[in-house]
């Protein structure tokens, strides 16, 4: 990813305006998002044993502020904090969506994806702000009319 920094920034290596958003209910609520985040994550190919300490490290090193309702929130990385953290990234983080199945939000696990939602876009910005996103239209020829 390319950036066009000021001269202050060029001087840092990074912008220190940089934000990105927390991950919102509404995100959370969308099979779509839930489908791509979880595809994303397990596209990565991060081992269940190392995930978690992929996003402390992602989230360690960036340099910008994690923003909600235009406030800057610090995340409480706790929430991974658990005996079996390794299954639920085994089950949830590592393994693709199947086709044909509609992923569901589980209540326990509301802040740990919200989490691992917002550390992912930290890094992948780009590819973060497509997921739960589709087109209005699929480009099917109209249905015949009688």
Not at 92 to 106: E, K
Not at 115 to 139: C, H, K, M, P, Y
Request: one cysteine or more.
């Amino acid at each position: 990813m390319k950036y066009s920094l000021c001269v202050h920034c060029l001087t840092l290596g990074y912008c220190k305006n940089s934000t990105r958003q927390l991950v919102r209910d509404a995100q959370l609520e969308n099979p779509e998002y839930l489908r791509d985040l979880r595809n994303f994550a397990a596209s990565l190919e991060i081992s269940a044993d190392h995930f978690h300490d992929y996003l402390l490290n992602l989230y360690r090193d960036y340099r910008g502020r994690i923003v909600s309702n235009g406030n800057e929130v610090f995340l409480n990385t706790e929430e991974f904090e658990t005996d079996s953290i390794r299954e639920w990234f085994r089950d949830w983080a590592c393994t693709p969506v199947p086709d044909g199945v509609r992923p569901r939000l589980r209540e326990e696990s509301r802040e740990r994806i919200r989490l691992l939602g917002t550390i992912l876009s930290t890094q992948f910005a780009f590819e973060a702000e497509l997921w739960g996103v589709r087109a209005a239209n699929d480009n099917r020829p109209p249905s015949a009319q009688n």
